[in-house]
């Protein structure tokens, strides 16, 4: 009796997470849908952000900023 009811419960197991595991597929593959994205990489929108320099000049500032959080200035 207590052999059965050990093998019903492994399959319930089985079952159990066999369902849980095809819902979950199923929401997935609900939210598939097909998205047309088109990507304009030459446009001219002005951002300053897309110029080199404004890259360069925010790297020196920050690492100036670092050096000088950073500096040891212990007086023995």
Known sequence: MKKIAV???AWRNKISFLMAFM???V???AQDKK???DINTKSDSG???TQPWVW???G???LLLLVA???NNSKA
């Open 7 to 9: 093998k019903l419960s």
């Open 56 to 58: 360069i000049v925010g």
């Open 35 to 37: 998205i047309d994205v």
């Open 23 to 25: 819902f979950a597929s």
């Open 60 to 62: 020196a500032v920050f």
């Open 69 to 71: 959080l950073l500096r």
């Open 27 to 29: 929401i997935s593959f």
């Open 47 to 49: 951002n300053f952000f």
